[in-house]
């Protein structure tokens, strides 16, 4: 694909979202065997056949079929990242894209990919960003589909990922407009302390890492996020996220619910149709 020239050409260091200890390569990742499928222990009482229980998708599939699909939406990819854990069985990609009509942003937009073959999540798709000036990856609820690995994944995982895709311009709009409202609240050390714990209570954040963020809001490694405000807050979170993208989409989720609170922004208000569903054979139902 090739790379359309504004800004959002810059590139976020995905490799620091994604952690060098499970970095490799795109060859690597299409090397993964697909387990075999699975079937039940008792036949159906009818057909007298073992219907199937787990259909495992390849890691290369799920990729392939992600970047087809941004290539027919006329998205191109900056850059990419992959990550396997567990031996190969659990898969998480990252796709910095970019396109014509986004422009004068100050931040990355990025996919999020995952598969696993044990059986620890459904194959899934998220969209978020990253600031160009420390690459701190957050999540958004705006898009998040899933796809459980049961028979007729094959067919439903194309139609899951075009359904995420065609909501990348709405995603921008919403998370625009959060960021605005995040920089437009001014807060002092007291309240910003007492959302550091609310976030933790929220599961936004493990209590290990409180005072992790404590430090960065106190002293940012940022510039930027000197501001005393909500999105320094915000930024101080996604730095001490950095490298556990297995936990990064429900922390995410768990952040943005306690601090669009203190803002009064609802996601719903700016933005039509966000996803935050699951594909259940050929259906979306509310996760």
């Known amino acids: 694909m090739n790379i359309t020239s504004n800004n959002q050409t810059q590139k976020n260091n995905l490799r620091i979202c994604g952690g060098e200890h499970s970095v490799v390569s795109l060859s690597d990742v299409y090397d993964v065997a697909q387990p075999p499928r699975t079937f039940r222990e008792k036949p159906n009482k009818q057909t007298g056949e073992f219907s199937v229980s787990y259909q495992p998708i390849s890691h290369k599939s799920v990729v392939r079929k992600t970047r087809s699909s941004l290539e027919d939406a006329g998205f191109s990819i900056v850059d990419e990242c992959h990550n396997l854990a567990r031996d190969g069985k659990r898969y998480f990609g990252l796709f910095q894209v970019d ?14 990919l995952r ?5 620890s ?3 899934g798709i998220c969209a978020g960003d990253a600031p160009f000036v420390c690459d701190n990856l957050i999540f958004t609820n705006t898009i998040k589909l899933a796809r459980r690995h049961t028979l007729n994944i094959l067919s439903d995982l194309e139609f899951t990922i075009n359904r995420a895709i065609g909501q990348l311009f709405n995603f921008w709009h919403g998370q625009d407009e959060r960021i605005s409202a995040y920089k437009n609240r001014e807060i002092c050390n007291a309240t910003a302390n007492d959302l550091i714990i609310k976030a933790a209570q929220a599961k936004a954040l493990p209590k290990t890492k409180i005072m992790d963020v404590v430090n960065q809001w106190e002293s940012s490694d940022h510039p930027e996020f000197w501001d005393r405000n909500v999105n320094s807050l915000y930024n101080a979170f ?10 990064l989409p429900d922390r995410s ?3 943005h619910s306690v601090l669009d609170n203190v803002v ?7 933005v039509e149709n966000s996803l935050d569903m699951e594909v259940v054979e050929g259906e979306l139902v509310e996760v």
Not at 106 to 111: A, K, L, N, P
Not at 264 to 270: E, G, L, R, T, V
Request: hydrophobic share 30%; charged share 20%; glycine share 10%.
């Open 99 to 112: 396109h014509e009509s986004r422009v004068g942003s100050d931040r990355g937009t990025i996919i999020g």
């Open 253 to 255: 989720q768990a952040l």
């Open 121 to 123: 999540f459904p194959a």
């Open 115 to 119: 598969n696993a073959h044990d059986k």
């Open 264 to 270: 009064n922004f609802n996601i719903n208000d700016h």
């Open 238 to 247: 996604t730095e001490v996220y950095k490298g556990n993208l297995t936990a």
